[in-house]
């Protein structure tokens, strides 16, 4: 399974931008689909978007829309989620996630490996 790790999180005022980024250890990253997915307190764990294995095919929550962007560089073995216009809703703690199948991306309870997360906070 992939070892994640992501960064890139920190206190931003609301309609401001932020990039997290999720590294990922060995040589089969580019062979995984990659999502990044949130958790605020007392919320389950929610999919903001997924990126396929060639960075073809990218697919989004509503919630996040026109607002978020999904990219990957497979021989940085990186994936990154550029975040603007953040909104008061949006604070969490955001995690990357593989998977090595297409089908199920949507579902958070069937991706093969998590990150350790990393804060986003936003003020208004």
């Known amino acids: 399974q992939a070892q994640l790790v992501e960064s890139g999180g920190g206190l931003v005022q609301a309609g401001g931008s932020l990039r997290l980024s999720c590294a990922a250890s060995?040589?089969?990253?580019?062979?995984?689909?990659m999502g990044w997915f949130r958790q605020a307190p007392g919320k389950e764990r929610e999919f903001l978007a997924v990126i396929s294995w060639s960075g073809g095919t990218t697919s989004y929550a509503d919630s996040v829309k026109g607002r978020f962007t999904i990219s990957r560089d497979n021989a940085k073995n990186t994936v990154a989620l550029q975040m603007n216009s953040l909104k008061p809703e949006d604070p969490a703690v955001y995690y990357c996630?593989?998977?090595?199948?297409?089908?199920?991306?949507?579902?958070?309870?069937?991706?093969?490996?998590w990150g350790q997360g990393t804060q986003v906070t936003v003020s208004s």
């Open positions: 060995g040589r089969t990253f580019s062979s995984y689909h």
């Open positions: 996630a593989a998977r090595r199948r297409w089908v199920g991306v949507l579902r958070t309870g069937l991706w093969d490996s």
